[in-house]
């Protein structure tokens, strides 16, 4: 597969939430802004991870979540698979995500890997980063998976994500997997 160099965006996106939604408005800031010509390409990273807490939902899901928020903007949308040997990561993403171009990222590990492999790096300031992390809004979903008024659940996840990604993720039952997951003992509720 032959891509041109883009700015990239890579992530997890387990769920896409209000974190990764200001990060990719501040991408588009940039590009808007500077004399850069790239397109912005949105990576999805661990696309093959076995489902469990931290890997709740599939890469297919996952895009479908960043498609809800990006509301018809055009931006393209790859799956990069996990490696596990961080020294050769840069190499085996451009398989997936193209050749160098640029990386917007907030995650310093990430920028250090990236600027090694010669690319350049933008480097954007994190934004709440203690209610917007990964972990804490699964926590809150699965304790939430429990609660019978849907509007209630979806108004409370709705503080930390983009209505439009609680809502699909309400409209499939997506949250309801989180019910039996966890590191042992009894399903919450």
């Keep these: 597969m032959s891509m041109e ?13 209000n974190g990764h939604a200001s990060m990719v408005n501040a991408a588009m800031s940039f590009l808007s802004v500077g004399d850069s010509d790239l397109p ?5 990273g661990s696309s093959e991870a076995e489902q469990s807490l931290d890997n709740p939902w599939t890469a297919e899901e996952r895009e479908q ?3 809800a928020w990006l509301d018809g903007r ?23 995500h193209g050749p160098p171009g640029a990386i917007f990222t907030t995650d310093k590990p990430t920028s250090e890997l990236y600027r090694a492999a010669d690319w350049a790096v933008v480097y954007g ?6 209610d917007w992390q990964g972990w804490r809004i ?12 849907e509007e209630a659940a979806i108004a409370a996840l709705c503080v930390n994500m983009p209505e439009a990604v609680v809502r699909l993720i309400f409209e ?9 997951m966890g590191t042992g003992g009894e399903p919450v509720g």
């Excluded at 300031?125 to 203690?130: A, C, I, M, V």
């Excluded at 499939?172 to 039996?180: D, E, I, K, P, Y």
Aim: charged content about 25%.
């Design 65 to 67: 979540m960043i498609r």
């Design 125 to 130: 300031n994190l934004t709440q980063r203690d």
């Design 5 to 17: 160099p883009a700015l990239i965006i890579l992530g997890r996106f387990q769920p896409f939430h």
């Design 138 to 149: 699964r926590a809150t979903m699965q304790m939430l998976s429990t609660v019978m008024e």
């Design 172 to 180: 499939n039952g997506w949250q309801r997997r989180l019910f039996h």
């Design 40 to 44: 912005l390409r949105i990576c999805i």
């Design 74 to 96: 055009d931006v393209e949308i790859v799956q990069v698979p996990d490696l596990g040997d961080p020294p050769n990561y840069v190499r085996h993403a451009e398989k997936f």
